[in-house]
């Protein structure tokens, strides 16, 4: 795992431990892990691929990785998880993210936030 | 489902191409043409390569992959390359499902980008596939160099 993206899971998960825009606390998991159907919102974030590579002297010297941070919300503002998490990845790094797709699940009831980052190692 | 690759730079070329005049915007859309050709390869290939499993229903906050028959539905749409936009300023297209129209899936009816929305960007109760996102950003290097080495050959043709 790449050290930038072990530190971007510290500070997603580290959002529960403070202070929450609302008493429902948000489980930020790694990987496939989802608590669903008990909570308000929920997130997930993950790696999804490797985008490219620099070689050199016949190994990988730079790789870049590309993830994505998901949050599924019963309600319309996200509960207050949109800024947190838009604040958490300016100040992990700047430029490298960007909010994908924002969409509603009709079978569901919930509003989907989608951000891809990308990561170097 | 909008993932852009953006060409720019290239300031030689650029250079080159503001000595033809009319042709200019000919040209580019012919490197375009061959960019965009292997961004839907990319497309086509990364289609293939969705995870499935037969369809079942996701309970109690577990999460399913796409069955055969949605992979099915996604791999046999149109998605290719759309009608060349000319802006003025730039030449545009875009590789992707938009247009792919609808199709019977148990019984309904149901539009196909729905369908590879899903796969593409995970439900709560999907699995993510991000295989649009994945084609787009490892083709990008690939789609510039076709670019730039079409358009090349092309300036050739108009300097002789």
Partial sequence: MPDEYTA???????????ESPNTVKLPMAEDE???????????TVRLDFEVDALHGDNVKQYTAYEGS??????????????ALITAAL????EGCWSLNSHQYERETGLFHWEWAFQVEE | MAFSIRVDGMNELVQKMQKLGENAAHIAAQGLYDGAGVVADKVSSAVQGIATE????AKNGQKRKPSPEEK???MNARHGIARFRNTGVSVETSVGLQNAGYAQLGGK???????????????SFM???PFMRKATSTAKAAAQAAIEKKITEEIEKYEL
């Fill in chain 1, 90 to 93: 300016t100040d992990h790094c």
């Fill in chain 2, 127 to 129: 699995d993510k596939q």
């Fill in chain 1, 8 to 18: 971007l899971v510290t500070a997603l998960k580290g959002l529960t431990q403070g």
């Fill in chain 1, 69 to 82: 941070v998901d949050l599924y919300s019963l309600k319309r503002d996200g509960a207050g998880w949109v």
């Fill in chain 2, 109 to 123: 009816t149901v539009p196909i980008p729905k369908i590879a929305n899903a796969i593409n960007s995970g439900t």
């Fill in chain 2, 72 to 74: 099915a539905i996604v």
């Fill in chain 1, 33 to 43: 892990w989802n608590t669903r159907p008990d909570t308000v919102s929920y997130g």
């Fill in chain 2, 54 to 57: 037969p369809f079942k229903y």
